[in-house]
């Protein structure tokens, strides 16, 4: 072997066993690197409950109801499997809708109910005009329909 | 014919050859340029629920994109350069870190620009956006510490080592979104699925990417010019340039 035929397979190989520290190292992690909880994990009680943490789901669709004097916003937070109230007040980001995903940082309460201090909205990858958009969902409901009969 | 390709790797016909290649990566880049920004501004349409402020996605992707393509061809290159002792190569990685820089920075802050009204924050330490700062900070890393050390020869080894070090941090950016949960959404456009985007809007993120390219290569083949200038000043050709006065 050519010295530097050496050299560069020292590099390849410190390359590779720095890639396989990171993966363990990562894997170690896993749970730290979580941005926010889904309500199943919340409910399977593997967040910390007590502590601050965030819950990241879908606005239950249906489920936000606003005070008139305040602004105080209560909604849900599901992920199709598990569902959790939560308690809102301050202003909303513009992409909060009913269906849509959600981050909401706080606290759980005793009686179960999600006392949030920030709310983000987290949108999906997709990217499409309206008409597109809406296309899509008579298509949907279209479906759903001959579903059901 | 065949065509010895390891006279390029000289710094002298490398020069040469670059000093005729750049106006013409200027030139298309303009071009893409300008219509990537016309497709992007004018002819993509609304998008469903984001409504205008998604075409900050136009600057946001390509730069994102770049930050981290660049980064890999700028540790290739340092990488043969610590292994094979070509100078070339490590002048290249040296030229690369301070465009890949760039686009970094653009990204983080477009994407704060656009997190402010979509998300409702400009930052989060979510998995994604911090592995994607941590990426600013090797850039930034390979250049002080490259600056810091007197002898060019030194500093490209030490250099190589943070860049083929920070190599691992790539995978973990691209597939933060994957298998973390993490804020920013998943990935529009991947190899292995059909695009999440209208295609209009498709075309010009894409005339966008290779406008990027096209301006990349040509700022970096000029700062490599620059580099071996400063580095072979001592030498005969560069001495015979500087008399002819074709610098």
């Known amino acids: ?149 | 014919m065949a065509i010895n390709w390891f006279k390029y790797s000289s710094p002298a016909s490398f020069y040469s050859l670059a000093g005729k290649m750049i106006p013409i990566f200027v030139f298309v880049a303009l071009i893409l340029l300008a219509a990537g920004l016309y497709v992007g501004f004018f002819v993509a349409p609304t998008d469903f629920q984001q409504g205008e402020a998604y075409r900050i996605i136009f600057i946001h992707v390509p730069a994102a994109w770049m930050s981290m393509f660049l980064y890999v061809v700028m540790a290739f290159w340092a990488g043969i350069g610590l292994a094979f002792n070509t100078r070339l190569s490590s002048m290249l990685a040296t030229a690369i870190a301070p465009t890949g820089a760039m686009f970094t920075f653009i990204a983080l802050w477009t994407g704060a620009l656009w997190g402010k009204p979509m998300w409702g924050t400009w930052w989060v330490w979510d998995a994604r956006l911090t592995s994607e700062l941590i990426l600013f900070f090797l850039y930034i890393g390979f250049m002080s510490l490259q600056a810091a050390i007197d002898d060019p020869r030194r500093a490209d080894k030490a250099g190589a080592i943070i860049a083929l070090v920070g190599v691992v941090n790539i995978p973990i950016i691209y597939f933060s979104v994957q298998w973390w949960n993490t804020l920013h959404q998943g990935a529009s456009v991947s190899v292995n699925q059909a695009p999440a985007m209208a295609s209009t809007m498709l075309t010009g993120m894409l005339i966008m990417v290779f406008a990027s390219w096209m301006y990349s290569i040509a700022v970096i083949l000029k700062r490599t010019r620059i580099i071996i200038l400063e580095r072979e000043s001592h030498t005969a050709w560069v001495a015979e340039l500087q008399k002819k006065g074709a610098m």
Do not use: C, W
């Open chain 1, 1 to 149: 072997m050519k010295p530097r035929h050496k050299k560069l397979s020292i590099i390849i190989a410190g390359v590779a066993a720095l890639g396989v520290a990171s993966v363990l190292v990562l894997n170690a992690f896993q749970s730290n690197l979580v941005f926010f909880f889904s309500p199943s994990q919340v409910a399977a009680k593997e967040a910390p409950i007590g502590k601050s943490f965030r819950i990241g789901g879908l606005v239950e669709a249906g489920s936000v109801k606003r005070e008139d004097s305040s602004t105080t916003v209560r909604f849900a937070v599901t992920d199709t499997a598990k569902t959790i109230p939560v308690v809102y007040t301050g202003i909303l980001p513009d992409l909060f809708r009913e269906g849509k995903g959600v981050v909401a940082q706080g606290k759980i309460s005793a009686d179960g109910i999600f006392m949030a201090d920030e709310v983000l909205a987290k949108h999906d990858e997709n990217y499409m005009p309206p008409e597109a958009a809406e296309a899509l969902e008579q298509a949907g409901k279209a479906q759903k329909a001959s579903l059901a009969r």
